[in-house]
């Protein structure tokens, strides 16, 4: 079938990027609003605590379910029906009167989130084509990165404005006529998908659901409890997470074999050229970059008694350099492709390793100022890694599975994020616990952090190799077709 592109796509995509920033940012906006949160509810500290890993939880839980329903009934359904779950669990999360109801509203919250992520990846490959695509990939991932790096900036304000007893509500509130405005707009600009009947039982693999379910919250809950000893104390939900998963795979390829819709096709990994590794890459990164976010609000606020609002001021520098270079990147792809990747992964590890040295340096009054420039260096690389990647890991994954293919992508970044947070929260309060020296905590956070993103720059490495690898395989088998038709010709 010859491709139309959409006339409104542009539009369309401007209104679903809103909406995903909104779910993104919610992962990370809360956290400044936490103290806001305790007193204002008299809350115990391990309730607070699920606030935020509540709805991580719930958001990684859905992220390759949400996509697969995209896949089977149509991203514009799923992406209205979650956009408005989400607006009503943001407006009950800032009324709640207690604890309870205010988790119990996040976790709500975090399944909205994570059935509407999905959808941005799926509209993307169903809208653009070739060099348009790129571009399209390149504004999500500065939306992703973006989403990440300004929370605490947004959050500090919002507090700043509206005061440190209810300031918090508003952290939620917020999304309410945000969402309102998105939804109205999606209802214009979102195509239409092609009606078909629901098939549901044959077109939702529900043992995947539960199987892949289990081995996630295997994963996730003891590191999202690692302030309550959560590893060491459930220990046992890793091996289960590990049986489960290979339960899944096995269980995957037999509904693939079976000639049914499987949740998540295995070839995805296994016959889709660089899908696996870009994935894998996409997990590292955000085991390193999205844990810092977390160290450097408690350096700035708990070490140096910056405010909210100073402290999300003084990361700025990286949230502007991943902004501008995230919408740039994303047009180089044709041209640079993972080479992007690599230079970006190379980047922010630098400019860590700046920020590391000089929190040794720098004075408290003058260290905001003396991080700017190694984090926007890093910022800047940043840009470089999400966008690209994206595209990337995408760019050979059939359309029919584009909204799987997106969950799946997310779910490895949520579960990186997960144990990053984990484990540079934990070593920094373990230095500040022992030696009471808050600059060297960051120094050695950072530090953890930069190593976690070599890793991910080793791969990088690894798949462009495998790449030109690829392309001089299809040039070899282009001219050995071409030599044979001529052979043929001639005879």
Known sequence: MTYEPDPRRWKALAVSLTAGFMGLLDVSIVNV??????????????????????YALAFGLVLVTGGRLGDAFGRRNMFLGALAGFVVTSALAGAAPNETTLVLARLAQGLAAGMLTPQNTGLIQDLFRG?????????????????????????GFILAVFGAQDGWRWVFYVN?????????????????????????????????????????????????????????????????????????????????????????????????????????????YFCGFAGIWLVFAMFFQQ??????????LSVTPFALGSAVSAAIAGRLVPKFGRRLTVAGLAMVALGLLGVAALAELATPAWAGWAFAL?????????????????????????????????????TGQRIGTAIGTAVLASVFGTVVGAANDYPLALTIALCCAAVLTCGALALAVAELRARRHRASEEEREARETETSAADVQRG
């Open 33 to 54: 609003a936490l103290p806001s949160m305790q007193s204002g509810l008299q809350a115990s500290s391990g309730g607070i605590r699920w606030v935020v890993s509540g």
């Open 131 to 155: 060099a348009e695509r790129g571009r399209a990939f390149g504004m999500f991932g500065a939306v992703v990165g973006i989403s990440t790096a300004v929370g605490p900036i947004l959050g």
């Open 176 to 284: 309410v006529p945000i969402g309102v405005l998105a939804f109205a707009l999606a209802l214009r600009l979102l195509p239409r998908s092609e009606k078909k009947p629901l098939r549901i039982r044959s077109e939702i693999d529900f043992v995947g659901i539960v199987l892949l379910a289990v081995a996630v919250l295997g994963v996730l809950l003891p590191v999202i409890q690692s302030d309550d000893g959560g590893p060491g104390r459930l220990w046992w939900l890793f091996v289960i997470a590990l049986a489960f998963g290979g339960a899944f795979v096995r269980w995957e390829q037999r509904v693939v074999r079976h000639g049914r819709s499987p949740l998540l096709d295995t070839r995805l990994f296994t016959g889709t050229p660089g899908y696996a590794a870009g994935a894998a890459v996409g997990a590292l």
């Open 303 to 312: 070490g140096l008694g910056y405010s909210p609002l100073q402290s999300g």
């Open 374 to 410: 190694p984090l926007l260096f890093a910022g800047v690389g940043g840009g470089m890694v999400i966008s690209p990647n994206t595209t990337l890991t995408l760019e050979c994954v059939p359309v029919r599975m584009a909204g799987v293919a997106g969950g799946a992508l997310q």
